[in-house]
T-cell receptor, first 118, second 112 residues
Framework: DVKVTQSSRYLVKRTGEKVFLECVQD?????MFWYRQDPGLGLRLIYF???????EKGDIPEGYSVSREKKERFSLILESASTNQTSMYLC?????????????????FGPGTRLLVL | GNSVTQMEGPVTLSEEAFLTINCTYT??????LFWYVQYPGEGLQLLLK?????DKGSNKGFEATYRKETTSFHLEKGSVQVSDSAVYFC???????????FGTGTRLLVSP
């Protein structure tokens, strides 16, 4: 079974703090994703990565950065946390091994980190 | 632009009732379509998917058919259980790297 783990289930931080959210997957997946989930807005893509050291902006990258130094690990960084970044953060991974289903690959999600910025 | 519209919840049903959650999409090209489910306190997990027109995805008694002519992918189940209570997300992917576009989610509450 694919397993995606996130470093914390709950985090409380203060405005202006630098925040690191870590995600690790154990299935040698090429692609990794960071989403935030907010009521009434669904999931929105922040950043994704299709290979080590590669990153691409998603739909809402402002205020965030990412790091992928190893294939299994994808970190989301809030350089200076703000209250509007209070949210649920979900990490996901997927494989590109099946070229015929390039668009149909399943994304596997971690349990989420609920971040509160005070 | 790309978007997914799904019915607002919560949808409240009694056990063994019939379920339909509507989903329509706006996308260029030939997207793959997905339903993901989020049980309380958990991350999302794939429920079913369909990768081309007229395909039917099915899993755990849930079904959805890829209707290109109506750009829809409605989720159905003939007899819901209390354990089906969760939030259901419709999504599609139509670009490289499998980027997903999600709907806002529909909460389903099933009572005994």
């Amino acid at each position: 079974d694919v397993k995606v783990t996130q470093s914390s289930r709950y985090l409380v931080k203060r405005t202006g703090e630098k925040v690191f959210l870590e995600c690790v997957q154990d299935m040698d997946h090429e692609n990794m994703f960071w989403y935030r989930q907010d009521p009434g807005l669904g999931l929105r893509l922040i950043y994704f990565s299709y290979d080590v050291k590669m990153k691409e902006k998603g739909d809402i990258p402002e205020g965030y950065s990412v790091s992928r130094e190893k294939k299994e690990r994808f970190s989301l960084i809030l350089e200076s946390a703000s209250t509007n970044q209070t949210s649920m953060y979900l990490c996901a991974s997927s494989s590109t091994s099946n070229k015929r289903e390039r668009l149909g690959e399943t994304q596997y999600f971690g349990p989420g980190t609920r971040l509160l910025v005070l | 632009g790309n978007s997914v519209t799904q019915m607002e919840g919560p949808v409240t049903l009694s056990e063994e009732a019939f379920l339909t959650i509507n989903c329509t999409y706006t996308a260029t090209g030939y997207p793959s379509l997905f339903w993901y489910v989020q049980y309380p306190g958990e991350g999302l997990q794939l429920l079913l998917k369909a990768t081309k027109a007229d395909d039917k995805g099915s899993n755990k008694g849930f079904e959805a058919t890829y209707r290109k002519e109506t750009t829809s992918f409605h989720l159905e189940k003939g007899s819901v259980q209390v354990s089906d209570s969760a939030v259901y997300f419709c999504a599609f992917s139509n670009t490289g790297f499998q980027k997903l576009v999600f709907g806002t989610g529909t909460r389903l509450l099933v009572s005994p």
